[in-house]
């Protein structure tokens, strides 16, 4: 972590949240337009939690995605993460917390096409300046832990959906993040590989790993233990 991330981090209480957003508003504006995307949302999410946000096109829940993920910044309101304060960093701030504290599943799974499944979870530790050695130890253990230790050098197009979508929670997992962020991750699959990919969920889950899944699925919230709705950019709990 550089000197300027370190003076950022806040000392977190011991029964302080792992995420927390106070008053986060989202504007744009497009043209001569202002559009409110995100309106005063308050949330909490516990380490170990399991939390579903779920809303329609156009609800917000994109954009609460982003801010979460470190991927845009709020307008108005404060967000910390893991005792960092996050709301005001710059792009290179945000970018190794991206690659410290979150990992990422997206619905077109992202991996290069070219690369290996191992090569593809490796990469995040790539990034971080991990030995050569250590990544690819750390990568195949990922992989074995969603089941693909015998799927290490296939490439993308040589794996199902499910399977690919298995390579993406491994690569998620490798670096050990204090947050597995999942954005549609059952969007691009059929019924059968959901069922594998929220079962995958679960078992993270039940091991103590802390995820905020987005979705516009009703029966994919309902796997979750926490439910928040999107609507208008405001945030409702449901459960």
């Given at each position: 972590m550089t000197a300027a991330l370190e003076a950022m981090v806040v000392e977190p209480a011991g029964e302080s949240a792992l995420l927390q957003l106070r008053g986060v508003t989202k504007t744009y504006l497009m043209g001569e337009i202002t559009?409110?995307?995100v309106r005063g949302v308050d949330l909490d999410v516990q380490e170990g939690d399991y939390l579903a946000i779920i809303g329609p096109s156009g609800s917000g829940k994109s954009t609460?995605?982003?801010i979460i993920g470190c991927l845009d910044i709020p307008t108005t309101g404060t967000y910390t993460l893991a005792g960092i304060d996050v709301a005001g960093m710059g792009e290179l701030q945000l970018a190794q917390v991206r690659n410290r504290r979150i990992g990422f599943v997206f619905q077109a799974f992202n991996l290069l096409p070219g690369m290996s499944a191992l090569r593809n979870v490796e990469l995040p530790l790539m990034y971080a300046g991990?030995?050569?050695?250590?990544?690819?130890?750390?990568?195949?253990r990922a992989l074995e832990r969603v089941g693909l230790g015998d799927r290490i050098d296939h490439k993308p197009n040589e794996l199902s959906g499910g399977q690919q979508q298995?390579?993406?929670?491994?690569?998620a997992l490798v670096t050990e993040p204090d947050l597995i962020l999942a954005d549609e991750p059952t969007g691009n699959l059929d019924s059968a590989s959901t069922e594998e990919i929220l079962g995958l969920f679960r078992e993270l889950?039940?091991?103590?790993?802390?995820?905020?899944?987005?979705?516009?699925e009703h029966d994919v919230a309902d796997q979750a233990s926490r439910v928040v709705a999107m609507r208008d950019g405001q945030a409702e709990v449901v459960r």
């Open positions: 559009v409110q995307a609460l995605m982003h991990v030995s050569r050695a250590d990544r690819r130890a750390r990568a195949v298995r390579v993406s929670v491994a690569r889950h039940d091991s103590g790993r802390t995820i905020v899944l987005i979705t516009h």
